[in-house]
């Protein structure tokens, strides 16, 4: 069983700052990928962004790109994400996401952290 455990959710003012953070445990796997997905009321979820461990290659929402960063560290399996200048369209819930293979596309999610951006 695989497990994702987020971090680092809570209220922050418009232009501020936040860091996510995200563990996987459980069984033992090496990813390809780990991302970060967000859903905000009344709407889908969205693709926010993503690190491929082999290059480190990182892709963002058009949105949060120059605001938002991710890295990690793939031997630990454990992502961040720092958001910078938010926004209040920023608040959602932000799930952590592991892809274990490149064609398996992202098979296991955290339970979410709740991100809230005041004005």
């Known amino acids: 069983q695989l497990y994702l455990v987020e971090s680092g959710g809570g209220l922050v003012q418009a232009g501020g700052s936040l860091r996510l953070s995200c563990a996987a445990s459980?069984?033992?796997?090496?990813?390809?990928?780990m991302g970060w997905f967000r859903q905000a009321p009344g709407k889908e979820r969205e693709f926010v962004a993503q690190?491929?461990?082999?290059?480190?290659?990182?892709y963002f929402l058009d949105s949060v790109k120059g605001r938002f960063t991710i890295g990690g560290d793939n031997t630990k399996n454990t992502v961040y994400l720092q958001i910078d200048s938010a926004r209040p369209e920023d608040t959602a819930v932000y799930y952590c996401?592991?892809?274990?293979?490149?064609?398996?596309?992202?098979?296991?999610w955290g339970q979410g952290t709740q991100v809230t951006v005041s004005s």
């Open positions: 459980g069984r033992t796997f090496k990813s390809y990928a």
């Open positions: 996401a592991v892809a274990t293979t490149r064609s398996s596309g992202f098979d296991g």
């Open positions: 690190i491929t461990w082999n290059q480190g290659t990182t």
